[in-house]
T-cell receptor, first 110, second 115 residues
């Protein structure tokens, strides 16, 4: 089976940097994705890492270490609108079956 | 470009009733899936499809049926609603790229309550 672990809650102040970690156990690993979901909204895709290393998209970066079964999402220059839930998801060789973590609720304070 | 359209947005069912949640996408995506999200939890995969005529079970398929007769549509049928099926249901689609992943596009969700 597949399992993912990520912290349930993270709090940070506006302008700060925050890192949300995700560790996973899965067979036939292809890659790790990150999604953002605001309260009452639908998840939106942020990034995907299929190879080790850092992927940067504006204020957001995502990192993957396949040997450590670990990844993280880095959010820089935090803004109030970044308050949301963030989910990591693993994709494996059965490309249709992606597994999502339970999410990390990020609260950005002024 | 509408993306992924789900209907209805809200639904209340009585135990034992059946209904179909509709999902349509206009991006010519091969891959479509249904997830449910319970309060404070992640998304759990119900069923998915990698192309017209092909469907498979996800993590929590019991009590649900799907079919994929066209690329655009992927309806989810609740056979006999139970209170345990109270949840928010999301439909998602993407290009089916195997090892690569271009991200899922999610619909706005259907909030279902079974009483």
């Amino acid at each position: 089976g597949q399992s993912l672990e990520q912290p349930s809650e993270v709090t940070a102040v506006e302008g700060a940097i925050v890192q949300i970690n995700c560790t996973y156990q899965t067979s036939g690993f292809y890659g790790l994705s990150w999604y953002q979901q605001h309260d009452g909204g639908a998840p939106t895709f942020l990034s995907y890492n299929g190879l080790d290393g850092l992927e940067e998209t504006g204020r957001f970066s995502s990192f993957l270490s396949r040997s450590d079964s670990y990844g993280y999402l880095l959010l820089q220059e935090l803004q109030m609108k970044d308050s949301a839930s963030y989910f990591c998801a693993v994709h494996n060789t059965n490309a249709g079956k992606s597994t999502f973590g339970d999410g990390t609720t990020l609260t950005v304070k002024p | 470009n509408a993306g992924v359209t789900q209907t209805p947005k809200f639904q209340v069912l009585k135990t034992g009733q059946s209904m179909t949640l509709q999902c349509a996408q206009d991006m010519n995506h091969e891959y479509m899936s249904w997830y449910r999200q319970d309060p404070g939890m992640g998304l759990r995969l119900i069923h998915y499809s990698v192309g017209a005529g092909i469907t498979d079970q996800g993590e929590v398929p019991n009590g649900y049926n799907v079919s994929r007769s066209t690329t655009e549509d992927f309806p989810l049928r609740l056979l006999s609603a139970a209170p345990s099926q109270t949840s928010v249901y999301f439909c998602a689609s993407s290009y089916y790229a195997g090892r690569d992943n271009y991200g899922y596009t999610f619909g706005s969700g259907t909030r279902l309550t079974v009483v």
